[in-house]
């Protein structure tokens, strides 16, 4: 998936100096020129993250807490790594913006236990079908209708977000992070590098088996960088269906790549 947004090409030796300054003497006005520069970042990750959230929760103030996770990027960015910022600074922005969420515990228990439920009989019916299940299959399973299904399922769109900054162990302070784990692309590892070579086997496969309308919406999402909206307008149906159809799909791929 290409990078979301990119430095313009007249800017790029400015945004060099900037790093420059910043990570050699700490120029306060190096950082603010990043900060400036780098914000577009947080208004396209809050929106990404804001799809399929409560209408009680502003837009503005998900900008306002990704801002801290874009300023805490740039501070412990370090660009010997080789690793490009924008792909470090969205995971730090969303994992800011989903800290601030969790922390207004702004998902009932409600919704929680539905996600559980609608998960745990997906795998279910998945494992004795061995094929992902339709809408009408996985309704009729849980004796419900279709359309209570779907709308539950745009409820728990959300909780598909996973923060690379979550700690491994939450009740433990200092606890490493998902990000911390993830291993120096410099580094040599066979081992490392076989383990990613399959499990990027085994996640092009699950994908591969997704119903076709499934698989394309994955594929534009997360290879292609569209939004839902975006993707709806190709397929023609409503952000909101898209938004059903990718958080269905992403359970069905956590159930695949969780089966021994």
């Not at 979301?4 to 800017?11: D, N, S, Y």
């Not at 100096?17 to 950082?31: N, Q």
């Not at 874009?70 to 792909?87: C, M, S, V, Y």
């Not at 019916?125 to 004796?143: G, P, T, V």
């Amino acid at each position: 998936m290409t990078d979301p947004i990119r430095a313009p090409e007249p800017l790029a030796h400015v945004i060099d100096d900037y790093w420059e300054r910043f990570k050699g003497s700490a120029d306060p006005r190096a950082r603010e020129g990043l900060i400036v520069h780098y914000s577009p970042l947080v208004k396209y990750v809050a929106g990404r993250v804001g799809v399929g959230l409560p209408k009680n929760v502003d837009p503005s103030d998900l900008i306002s807490y990704g801002m801290f996770g874009l300023i805490d990027a740039i501070d412990k960015f370090d660009p010997e790594r080789g690793i490009k910022f924008e792909t470090y600074a969205v995971n730090r922005i969303k994992g800011a913006i989903l800290d601030e969420l969790r922390a207004l515990d702004w998902v009932p228990r409600s919704v929680r236990a539905r996600a559980r439920e609608i998960q745990r009989s997906m795998a279910e019916l998945e494992h004795r079908l061995q094929r992902s299940a339709s809408d009408e299959e996985l309704a009729a399973h849980m004796d419900t209708d279709v359309e209570t299904l779907q709308n539950r399922l745009g409820e728990i769109a959300a909780l598909g977000f996973v923060a690379l900054d979550e700690t491994l162990d939450g009740a433990e302070r200092g606890s490493a992070s998902l990000g911390d784990v993830i291993a120096d692309p410099k580094a040599i590892d066979p081992l490392g590098t076989f383990e990613q070579h399959e499990t990027r086997f085994v996640l092009v496969d699950a994908i591969n088996r997704l119903p076709e309308r499934d698989r394309l919406v994955v594929t534009l999402y997360y290879y292609e960088g569209m939004t839902l909206a975006e993707i709806g307008d190709v397929l023609g149906v409503t952000e909101s269906r898209i938004c059903q159809i990718h958080t269905k799909s992403v359970m069905s791929l956590r159930n695949r790549l969780m089966e021994p």
